[in-house]
T-cell receptor, first 110, second 115 residues
Framework: GEDVEQSLFLSVREGDSSVINCTYT??????LYWYKQEPGAGLQLLTY?????DMKQDQRLTVLLNKKDKHLSLRIADTQTGDSAIYFC??????????FGPGTRLSVLP | SAVISQKPSRDICQRGTSLTIQCQVD?????MFWYRQQPGQSLTLIAT?????????ESGFVIDKFPISRPNLTFSTLTVSNMSPEDSSIYLC????????????FGQGTRLTVV
């Protein structure tokens, strides 16, 4: 079946850039997503990218997609302590059959 | 974006009892989903809630244990039946329009502890 993989932990210093990586196996994925989950909360959709795009930028967030390698990354510029959370990569086929990665726990150190 | 509200936000329940979780969306959505997130884990899809018909369950989940209703396009319920401590999890409702507009939005989750 489809699989989405992420590294489980990432630590960065406040003000640095964070890069969270994700790989997926389903070549029929049409949309790829990044969600943020803060402690005790649900999932917040940060951004998503259509599979025919290479890059999407939204303020401090930059998403890069390498469809050939099935690799997705999320870059957070000027990382702040409020960015500390778990970040989930997910893929879907036209909004159905969502598959989530295990989540990357981002810790921002002062 | 759709705003999704879940009730209750958390509960502590006795084993053998049942809990019904409600999910309300502020706009009509085509797709509604129920997920389980066990402690420290990612999300696992339980089922797709279908309006006016039986939900579509994923492998490992059955209607007798997780009955789901979806009477209209903005509301769904998930019942966790005959609970055991292994059912302690966060249960998340999600809604999306599917098709060309493919964001899926989540409720804040229901944190269930079974004692």
């Amino acid at each position: 079946g489809e699989d989405v993989e992420q590294s489980l932990f990432l630590s960065v210093r406040e003000g640095d850039s964070s890069v969270i990586n994700c790989t997926y196996t389903d070549s029929s994925s049409t949309y790829l997503y990044w969600y943020k989950q803060e402690p005790g909360a649900g999932l917040q959709l940060l951004t998503y990218i259509f599979s025919n795009m290479d890059m999407k930028q939204d303020q401090r967030l930059t998403v890069l997609l390498n469809k050939k390698d099935k690799h997705l990354s999320l870059r957070i510029a000027d990382t702040q302590t409020g960015d500390s959370a778990i970040y989930f990569c997910a893929e879907s086929n036209y909004g159905q059959n969502f598959v989530f990665g295990p989540g990357t726990r981002l810790s921002v150190l002062p | 974006s759709a705003v999704i509200s879940q009730k209750p936000s958390r509960d502590i329940c006795q084993r053998g009892t049942s809990l019904t979780i409600q999910c309300q969306v502020d706009s009509q959505v085509t797709m509604m989903f129920w997920y389980r997130q066990q402690p420290g884990q990612s999300l696992t899809l339980i089922a797709t809630a279908n309006q006016g018909s039986e939900a579509t369950y994923e492998s490992g989940f059955v209607i007798d244990k997780f009955p789901i209703s979806r009477p209209n396009l903005t509301f769904s319920t998930l019942t966790v039946s005959n609970m055991s401590p292994e059912d302690s999890s966060i249960y998340l409702c999600s809604g999306g329009t599917g098709g060309g507009k493919t964001e899926a939005f989540f409720g804040q989750g229901t944190r269930l502890t079974v004692v």
